[in-house]
C-alpha cells in the first residue's frame, strides 16, 4: 500500500459488476457527465449511461478494471480495454477517474502504473486512449506519463485528443 496523505491507497483488480467498480464508475460518470453538462448529473442519467455503454469486456481475457480506495472510501478507477489495432493487440485505458478529495496527490499516476505494468505482463507493446479538449488536467497527465497526440483512431463525439504510449 502507498501513502496518500497519511491514509492508506489500495488499487485493486475488481470485476466490473462488483459494488465497489459501480460505486467508483457512478462517480466517474458523475464527475465526467457534470463536467461536459456543466450541471450535476441526475441518478436516473447515469443509469441510463451504466445501460448504455456496458464495461463487461473490462475483465479478462478482453479487459482489466482497478478500484482505487483509500482507507475504504472509493478515490478512483481505471480501465484496461484489448483491442485489435492493425493485427496488434493495444490496450486502451478508459474510465480513468480520481475523486476530487484526492486529486493532485498522485493516484492518477498509481493508476497509470499499474495498467503499464499489467499490458507489458501480457505482452502488449503500445497504450492508447481519447480524451476530451475540456479535460486538460488529464491531458497534463497523460502527457507527464509518456503519451503523445495522434491522428483519431476513433470517432467518438465525445473525444477531442487521441493519445498513445509505446511500453517497448
Not at 467498480?21 to 447515469?46: C, K, N, Q, S
Not at 443509469?47 to 478482453?62: K, M
Not at 482489466?64 to 482507507?71: E, I, L, P, R, S
Amino acid at each position: 500500500m502507498t501513502a496518500v496523505s497519511g491514509t492508506r491507497l489500495a488499487v485493486t483488480v475488481v470485476p466490473p459488476a462488483h459494488p465497489r467498480a459501480r460505486e467508483a464508475l457512478r462517480a466517474y460518470y458523475h464527475d465526467i457527465g457534470g463536467r461536459y453538462f456543466d450541471r450535476p448529473m441526475t441518478e436516473a442519467e447515469v443509469d441510463t449511461i451504466l445501460t448504455e455503454d456496458p464495461d463487461e469486456d473490462l475483465q479478462p481475457p478482453t479487459g482489466w478494471f482497478w478500484v482505487a480506495t483509500v482507507d475504504t472510501t472509493v478515490a478512483g478507477c481505471i480501465g484496461l480495454r484489448y483491442v485489435t489495432e492493425d493485427g496488434h493487440r493495444v490496450g486502451e485505458l478508459t474510465r480513468v477517474y480520481v475523486s476530487d478529495k484526492v486529486r493532485r496527490q498522485g493516484l492518477g499516476a498509481r493508476l497509470i502504473t499499474v495498467v503499464e505494468q499489467q499490458a507489458r505482463t501480457e505482452g502488449v507493446t503500445s497504450l492508447r486512449l481519447d480524451v476530451r479538449t475540456d479535460l486538460v488536467e488529464a491531458r497534463a497527465l497523460y502527457t507527464r506519463h509518456g503519451f503523445h497526440e495522434v491522428p483519431a483512431f476513433n470517432d467518438s463525439p465525445y473525444a477531442g485528443h487521441w493519445l498513445r504510449k509505446s511500453l517497448q
